[in-house]
Nanobody, 125 residues
Framework: QVQLVESGGGLVQPGGSLRLSCVTT????????RCWFRQAPGKEREGVSC????????YYPDSVKGRFTIIRDSAKNTVDLQMNSLKPEDTAHYYC??????????????????WGKGTQVTVDS
Protein backbone atom coordinates (compact mmCIF):
# COMPACT_ATOMS: atom_id res chain seq x y z
CA GLN A 1 0.00 0.00 0.00
CA VAL A 2 1.35 3.36 -1.03
CA GLN A 3 1.36 6.06 1.61
CA LEU A 4 2.61 9.64 1.58
CA VAL A 5 2.48 11.35 4.96
CA GLU A 6 3.30 15.02 5.43
CA SER A 7 4.35 16.77 8.60
CA GLY A 8 5.82 20.07 9.72
CA GLY A 9 3.06 22.54 8.96
CA GLY A 10 1.98 25.25 11.34
CA LEU A 11 1.72 28.95 12.00
CA VAL A 12 4.71 31.17 11.23
CA GLN A 13 5.22 34.92 11.07
CA PRO A 14 6.02 36.66 7.78
CA GLY A 15 9.71 36.40 7.04
CA GLY A 16 10.00 33.19 9.01
CA SER A 17 10.94 29.68 7.97
CA LEU A 18 9.29 26.30 8.05
CA ARG A 19 10.36 22.84 6.96
CA LEU A 20 7.85 20.32 5.71
CA SER A 21 8.62 16.62 5.49
CA CYS A 22 7.02 13.80 3.52
CA VAL A 23 7.62 10.14 4.28
CA THR A 24 6.75 7.69 1.50
CA THR A 25 6.22 3.97 1.77
CA UNK A 26 5.23 1.34 -0.76
CA UNK A 27 6.92 2.95 -3.78
CA UNK A 28 10.07 2.29 -5.74
CA UNK A 29 11.30 5.83 -5.31
CA UNK A 30 13.98 5.37 -7.94
CA UNK A 31 11.25 5.62 -10.58
CA UNK A 32 9.10 8.38 -9.12
CA UNK A 33 9.54 12.10 -9.19
CA ARG A 34 8.62 13.79 -5.94
CA CYS A 35 6.74 17.06 -5.75
CA TRP A 36 5.13 19.52 -3.42
CA PHE A 37 1.91 21.33 -4.27
CA ARG A 38 -0.23 23.80 -2.40
CA GLN A 39 -3.81 24.96 -2.50
CA ALA A 40 -5.29 28.01 -0.86
CA PRO A 41 -9.06 28.43 -0.34
CA GLY A 42 -10.75 29.41 -3.57
CA LYS A 43 -7.63 28.86 -5.65
CA GLU A 44 -6.36 26.11 -7.89
CA ARG A 45 -3.75 23.67 -6.73
CA GLU A 46 -0.30 24.81 -7.81
CA GLY A 47 3.09 23.16 -7.91
CA VAL A 48 5.78 24.65 -5.70
CA SER A 49 8.61 22.20 -6.21
CA CYS A 50 9.59 18.94 -7.87
CA UNK A 51 12.72 16.82 -7.86
CA UNK A 52 13.61 14.23 -10.45
CA UNK A 53 14.45 10.71 -9.29
CA UNK A 54 16.61 10.21 -12.40
CA UNK A 55 19.01 13.13 -12.17
CA UNK A 56 18.08 15.15 -9.08
CA UNK A 57 17.10 18.15 -11.13
CA UNK A 58 14.76 20.50 -9.29
CA TYR A 59 11.88 22.65 -10.50
CA TYR A 60 10.29 25.73 -8.95
CA PRO A 61 7.80 28.34 -10.09
CA ASP A 62 8.92 31.96 -10.00
CA SER A 63 6.71 32.64 -6.98
CA VAL A 64 8.93 30.55 -4.68
CA LYS A 65 12.26 30.39 -6.52
CA GLY A 66 15.10 31.39 -4.22
CA ARG A 67 12.94 30.94 -1.10
CA PHE A 68 11.92 27.26 -1.21
CA THR A 69 14.24 24.26 -1.51
CA ILE A 70 13.26 20.65 -2.07
CA ILE A 71 15.52 18.09 -0.41
CA ARG A 72 15.44 14.36 -1.03
CA ASP A 73 16.81 11.74 1.33
CA SER A 74 16.68 8.41 -0.47
CA ALA A 75 17.90 6.44 2.54
CA LYS A 76 14.98 7.67 4.64
CA ASN A 77 12.44 7.78 1.79
CA THR A 78 11.69 11.38 2.62
CA VAL A 79 11.42 14.57 0.66
CA ASP A 80 11.48 17.84 2.56
CA LEU A 81 10.48 21.33 1.58
CA GLN A 82 12.52 24.05 3.25
CA MET A 83 10.60 27.31 3.09
CA ASN A 84 12.32 30.58 3.92
CA SER A 85 11.25 34.21 3.80
CA LEU A 86 7.63 33.16 4.04
CA LYS A 87 4.91 35.55 2.96
CA PRO A 88 1.21 35.69 3.82
CA GLU A 89 0.46 34.59 0.25
CA ASP A 90 2.27 31.31 0.97
CA THR A 91 -0.59 30.37 3.27
CA ALA A 92 -2.13 27.16 1.92
CA HIS A 93 -2.57 23.45 2.43
CA TYR A 94 0.62 21.78 1.24
CA TYR A 95 0.59 18.36 -0.38
CA CYS A 96 3.30 15.86 -1.12
CA UNK A 97 2.95 13.88 -4.36
CA UNK A 98 4.75 11.32 -6.49
CA UNK A 99 4.56 10.43 -10.16
CA UNK A 100 6.34 8.17 -12.60
CA UNK A 101 8.88 9.98 -14.71
CA UNK A 102 8.55 11.80 -16.94
CA UNK A 103 5.45 13.52 -15.53
CA UNK A 104 2.51 13.02 -17.85
CA UNK A 105 1.62 16.70 -18.16
CA UNK A 106 4.95 18.25 -17.27
CA UNK A 107 6.68 19.31 -14.11
CA UNK A 108 4.70 21.22 -11.45
CA UNK A 109 1.37 20.29 -13.03
CA UNK A 110 -1.00 18.73 -10.46
CA UNK A 111 -1.46 15.45 -12.33
CA UNK A 112 0.27 12.93 -10.07
CA UNK A 113 0.00 9.22 -9.37
CA UNK A 114 -0.04 9.50 -5.59
CA TRP A 115 -0.95 12.20 -3.10
CA GLY A 116 -0.63 12.74 0.61
CA LYS A 117 -3.40 14.30 2.68
CA GLY A 118 -1.46 17.47 3.22
CA THR A 119 -0.42 19.78 6.00
CA GLN A 120 -1.55 23.35 6.68
CA VAL A 121 0.85 26.27 6.52
CA THR A 122 -0.34 29.64 7.78
CA VAL A 123 1.81 32.74 7.48
CA ASP A 124 0.40 35.48 9.68
CA SER A 125 1.57 38.02 12.19
Amino acid sequence: QVQLVESGGGLVQPGGSLRLSCVTTGLDLGRYARCWFRQAPGKEREGVSCISARDGRTYYPDSVKGRFTIIRDSAKNTVDLQMNSLKPEDTAHYYCAATLEPPERGWLVPVMDYWGKGTQVTVDS
